[in-house]
C-alpha cells in the first residue's frame, strides 16, 4: 500500500469516528407510567354505609363517592339545636327585663354572646353531619376502593383513590450524555404496545441528582452508567393506564442552538479531512 492510500485510510477512519460520535447516544429510552393519585377519605372515623362507585368507573366532579354513618353527628346536631333554643329565650328574656328597668345591659350583653356561642357550635355540628356524605373533588377515574360497606374507616383514611386525566406523567431514566441535550418544555415521543404513533409528551421534570449515589471521582467508563430521572406530562393521558412500559425517543420538535453548531462543526472538520482524497483518486483514474 502506497504512502498516500495509508494516509487516506487513516482519514478514512477518524472521519468515521467524528461521525459516530454524534450519533452516540440511544435512540429510546425504557419507562413507564406512573399517576398522582387523589385519596378521598373522611374526616372523623365511622362506619361506611354507602358506596356509590366502583374501580374503573368515571366520575365527575361533585359526584356522590360514599357516606359514613351519621349517628353520632346527628344527635350533636340535635343537642346544639336545643342549646339554640334555651340561649335565644335566655336572649328574649333579657331584653324584656331591660325594657321594664328590671334588668341590666350586662344581662342582655351575657345572654347575647351565649347565643352566638350556641349558634356558631350548631353551624359546626351541622357541617360534621353534612361531611358525611363525601363527593367527588374532581372529575377522573375511579382508580380502588379499600373500604366496603359495613366496615369501619378510621379518620382520614382513604376510601377511594381518585385519578384525574391530567395527574399521569411519563418516568424513564436518561444516562448522563443525553441529559445536556435535554430541558424543561421539550416535547418526547412515546410509544407502547398497541398505542397510536403520534403519541407525545413533555418534559416536566429532570433530577438534579443521579439516581444512584455514584463514587467522588468519575473515570469515563463510571460516567456512562449515570442515569437520571427525567418525567414528561401526556399530551393525550386518556391513552395510557398507570404502570403501563413505555419507550421514550427525543422528539425533533426542538433543535438546541448548541448541538446545530456542533454538527456544523463536525461537518466542517469533516469536509477538510477528506479534501486531500479529492487529490488521490483522480490520479488512480489516471495511471488506469
Do not use: H
Not at 407510567?33 to 385519596?39: G, H, S, W
Not at 342582655?108 to 349558634?119: D, F, M, W
Not at 374507616?153 to 381518585?162: I, Y
Amino acid at each position: 500500500m502506497t504512502t498516500s492510500l495509508r494516509n487516506a485510510a487513516v482519514l478514512i477512519a477518524v472521519a468515521t469516528g467524528i461521525a459516530a460520535c454524534n450519533d452516540q447516544a440511544p435512540r429510546a429510552f425504557q419507562g413507564w407510567i406512573e399517576a398522582n393519585l387523589i385519596f378521598v377519605g373522611p374526616d372523623e372515623a365511622g362506619r361506611v354505609e354507602a358506596l356509590n362507585v366502583r374501580e374503573g368507573d368515571q366520575i365527575e366532579a361533585g359526584a356522590p363517592l360514599f357516606a359514613v354513618d351519621v349517628d353520632l353527628q346527628r344527635a350533636d346536631v340535635m343537642l346544639n339545636e336545643a342549646t339554640v333554643k334555651n340561649a335565644q329565650l335566655a336572649y328574649d328574656r333579657a331584653q324584656k327585663l331591660l325594657k321594664t328597668a328590671a334588668g341590666t345591659e350586662r344581662t342582655v350583653e351575657e345572654a347575647e354572646a351565649s347565643l352566638r356561642t350556641a349558634e356558631a357550635r350548631l353551624n359546626s355540628a351541622a357541617t360534621r353531619l353534612t361531611r358525611r356524605r363525601v363527593a367527588s373533588p374532581v372529575s377522573g377515574t375511579v382508580q380502588q376502593v379499600y373500604f366496603r360497606p359495613g366496615e369501619m374507616v378510621p379518620a382520614g383514611r382513604p376510601v377511594a383513590a381518585l385519578l384525574p386525566p391530567g395527574n399521569l406523567k411519563v418516568r424513564f431514566y436518561v444516562p448522563e450524555s443525553v441529559l445536556p441535550r435535554m430541558a424543561y418544555g421539550d416535547v418526547v415521543k412515546v410509544g407502547c404496545d398497541g398505542c397510536a404513533g403520534d403519541l407525545t409528551a413533555r418534559i416536566s421534570f429532570i433530577a438534579s441528582a443521579a439516581e444512584f449515589t455514584p463514587p467522588v471521582i468519575y473515570s469515563r467508563d463510571e460516567r456512562s452508567k449515570l442515569v437520571f430521572l427525567v418525567e414528561a406530562l401526556p399530551e393525550k393521558p386518556q391513552q395510557f393506564r398507570v404502570g403501563q412500559p413505555i419507550e421514550v425517543a427525543m422528539a425533533d420538535v426542538r433543535r438546541d442552538d448548541g448541538a446545530q453548531k456542533a454538527d456544523d462543526s463536525s461537518t466542517n472538520l469533516l469536509s477538510v479531512l477528506l479534501r486531500p482524497l479529492s487529490s488521490i483518486w483522480p490520479v488512480k483514474e489516471a495511471k488506469r
